[in-house]
């Protein structure tokens, strides 16, 4: 077992990353790495007939050990990866006899694997299982810090001004609500990065490419710093989208969904005519007043942290948890008084 086991190893460390914009067979020189290993290992084996062509393809022949004739099977696979994940610095972990609980992939970067969020983990308790460290490239990735204070989710000021006006026959209404201090975090959008389905984790990067494209084809999210071992070394790399927006949520960092509380917006406005009964003939003798009006609710931010959700409708101590979009509301009022 413990052979076979170092061979798969030894496969899955080689970088075999294809380029979807290659128009060359290979996609990626480096696959060659791989394939030169498996005619040598093919050979070694007893196989017969094992060569390899310009374009890698790798080929081998089993010699029938029977008398009789029998159908020829052929059986083929392929060793290049996607680029979805970067196939490079791939370090592979063997945990024997797996017992059920958390597995550290990343001790420094507090990477787990855990079967509370991952239930089919346990599966495959008492296995052997064979996992990653937690992240592919290492560099590019933020460091998590258990001891970030982010503040209270008390606002320091709460209030709100109305204001009327009128003007002959005209009246105005204007609500307004302001809310400063105070911050909020916001699962929704952590889930929402997570499964890629913000704005935001698509789009195009600083190179004007698609993130979500491979690193190596120009894709990829550009991260800016230092190196969190020394705190000094520079560090300026693109990231593959999908290990960038998932760190978060493995590493448990919550800073790209922490916002301020703080907001200025207009409530209500409204906009009001009374119409004189003079002006109403025959009907206005049986009437003593009527008017009509415009109204709406939720009309626009003045000023807010968070994009994606309404602050000032966030009513859980722990933030944002799964809040409908906030709605904008435009209604018309008839009013008669006899």
Do not use: C
Not at 14 to 28: F, K, R, V, W, Y
Not at 152 to 169: D, E, H, I, R, W
Not at 184 to 208: P, V
């Amino acid at each position: 077992m413990q052979h076979i086991i170092d061979r798969f190893i030894s496969y899955v460390t080689i970088d075999t990353e294809s380029d979807p914009n290659s128009s060359t067979t290979p996609s990626t020189k480096k696959q060659f790495d791989l394939a030169n290993k498996l005619v040598e290992e093919l050979k070694a084996i007893g196989m017969k007939e094992v060569t390899i062509d310009k374009h890698a393809y790798v080929m081998a022949t089993l010699p029938s050990n029977v008398k009789e004739k029998v159908p020829t099977i052929g059986f083929v696979a392929h060793f290049d990866t996607t680029p979805d994940f970067t196939g490079k610095d791939v370090k592979p972990q063997v945990i024997h006899n797996y017992d059920g609980g958390d597995i550290v992939l990343n001790k420094e970067q507090n990477i787990i694997l855990s079967p509370n969020y991952f239930k089919d983990l346990l599966q495959y308790k008492g296995q052997t299982l064979i996992t990653t460290n937690g992240f592919s490239g290492g560099l590019g990735w933020y460091q998590a810090d258990a001891t970030k204070d982010w503040g209270s989710v008390v606002p320091k000021l709460t209030g709100g001004l109305q204001n009327f006006f009128s003007y002959k026959n005209f009246n105005v209404g204007l609500t307004f609500d302001y809310q400063f201090g105070g911050r909020f975090f916001s699962l929704s959008e952590q889930w929402g990065t997570f499964s890629g389905l913000l704005d935001k984790t698509a789009g195009l990067n600083d190179k004007g490419n698609p993130i979500r494209d491979a690193v190596s084809a120009g894709g990829g999210v550009r991260v800016t710093g230092v190196d969190a071992r020394d705190g000094r070394t520079p560090v300026d790399i693109y990231v593959d989208a999908y290990d960038y927006f998932h760190q978060f949520y493995y590493q448990q960092i919550a800073e790209p969904f922490v916002h301020k509380l703080s907001y200025a917006k207009l409530r209500e406005f409204s906009l009001g005519y009374s119409i004189p009964t003079n002006k109403l003939g025959k009907i206005g003798k049986s009437i003593q007043g009527a008017s009509v009006a415009l109204t709406a609710r939720n009309l626009f931010f003045i000023y807010r942290d968070s994009k994606n959700f309404d602050p000032s409708e966030i009513s859980g101590v722990q933030g944002e948890d799964g809040q409908m979009p906030g709605t904008r509301t435009i209604g018309f009022n008839v009013k008669v008084s006899f």
